[in-house]
């Protein structure tokens, strides 16, 4: 029985530095998610800016076109007054 134990199971200082290379692993994963998270993040954040000043600048070019519209008609009505 202990000489099946002593072939299946490492020896301790043989385990232990695939243990510390397993951990080592998995803390660049975490930080290799932790910056694909925030750089989707950051993706979105601007897409959602992009996508308001957008919608911001559409509504100011219709009010100017109203303005525009507004302004003509001043004018034309101020032309046929005077004549």
Same mark, same amino acid.
């Given at each position: 029985?202990?000489?099946?134990?002593?072939?299946?199971?490492?020896?301790?200082?043989?385990?232990?530095?695939?243990? +510390?290379? %397993?951990?080592?692993?998995?803390?660049?994963?975490?930080?290799?998610?932790?910056?694909?998270? $925030?750089?989707?993040?950051?993706? $979105?954040?601007? $897409?959602?800016?992009? +996508?308001?000043? $957008?919608?911001?600048?559409?509504?100011?070019?219709?009010?100017?076109?109203?303005?525009?519209?507004?302004?003509?008609? %001043?004018?034309?009505?101020? +032309?046929?007054?005077?004549?």
């Amino acid at each position: 029985m202990h000489i099946a134990r002593s072939r299946v199971q490492f020896p301790r200082d043989q385990r232990a530095p695939n243990m +510390n290379e %397993f951990i080592d692993q998995k803390k660049e994963m975490f930080h290799a998610e932790l910056a694909y998270k $925030t750089v989707q993040q950051e993706i $979105t954040q601007l $897409t959602e800016k992009q +996508n308001s000043r $957008t919608t911001v600048l559409n509504e100011s070019k219709i009010e100017l076109e109203q303005d525009h519209a507004k302004l003509m008609a %001043f004018i034309a009505q101020d +032309n046929a007054e005077k004549k």
